[in-house]
T-cell receptor, first 116, second 116 residues
Framework: KAGVTQTPRYLIKTRGQQVTLSCSPI?????VSWYQQTPGQGLQFLFE???????NKGNFPGRFSGRQFSNSRSEMNVSTLELGDSALYLC???????????????FGEGSRLTVL | AQSVTQLGSHVSVSEGALVLLRCNYS??????LFWYVQYPNQGLQLLLK??????LVKGINGFEAEFKKSETSFHLTKPSAHMSDAAEYFC??????????????FGQGTILTVHP
């Protein structure tokens, strides 16, 4: 069974540009969450989608947005990039059925964004 | 709001020695607790989780953790360290209740170094 797939794995952008990251969850998983990982702030929750609806959002500016498609694939977009947006962006999927508080999140390997 | 504190950003042990990684949580409701491991340039992998079924939880690769409500702790242990255990370890808490389970609150992480 294929795991969570994130593309691209690495990318370099300049300040002011925008970027779109893609995440394909494990087959059958309907929930996708996004996290930002930086050395200074650690792992921070960005947002969660379930059946194409955003269920939860972290404390990030409106430049960070996401969406989920009918096949559960998800994308996140960051507009007007800043140097501080350099990070590893991790996607996680879960919930083949009804979401559960004990359910495991399965993480992809991440997309490493460098903003110059 | 829930939070997680990992005591010690770096822990160094000799191969064959006991591994003890400390995690304390704060949560206003019964928590669901997780330990994840991250190897360089990879995503997070679940080691074990506490779901209130048992206070002593066994995970993969010989790791276990004990939930102590009175101490609000969920420390991770392994009796005998192996070189392959060198990685970064994250404790995380998920709030019970509600319907959004994609959000985990992570500790700052502990880098485990294993010396031969």
């Amino acid at each position: 069974k294929a795991g969570v797939t994130q593309t691209p794995r690495y990318l370099i952008k300049t300040r002011g540009q925008q970027v779109t990251l893609s995440c394909s969850p494990i087959s059958g998983h309907r929930s996708v969450s996004w996290y930002q990982q930086t050395p200074g702030q650690g792992l921070q929750f960005l947002f969660e989608y379930f059946s194409e609806t955003q269920r939860n959002k972290g404390n990030f500016p409106g430049r960070f947005s996401g969406r989920q498609f009918s096949n559960s694939r998800s994308e996140m977009n960051v507009s007007t990039l800043e140097l501080g947006d350099s990070a590893l962006y991790l996607c996680a999927s879960s919930s083949q059925g009804t979401p559960s508080p004990t359910g495991e999140l399965f993480f992809g390997e991440g997309s490493r964004l460098t903003v110059l | 709001a829930q939070s997680v504190t990992q005591l010690g950003s770096h822990v160094s042990v000799s191969e064959g020695a006991l591994v003890l990684l400390r995690c304390n949580y704060s949560s206003s409701v019964p928590p669901y607790l997780f330990w994840y491991v991250q190897y360089p340039n990879q995503g997070l992998q679940l080691l074990l989780k506490y779901t209130s079924a048992a206070t002593l939880v066994k995970g993969i690769n010989g790791f276990e953790a004990e939930f102590k409500k009175s101490e609000t702790s969920f420390h991770l242990t392994k009796p005998s360290a192996h070189m392959s255990d060198a990685a970064e370890y994250f404790c995380a808490v998920r709030r019970g209740g509600g319907t959004s389970y994609g959000k985990l609150t992570f500790g700052q992480g502990t880098i485990l170094t294993v010396h031969p």
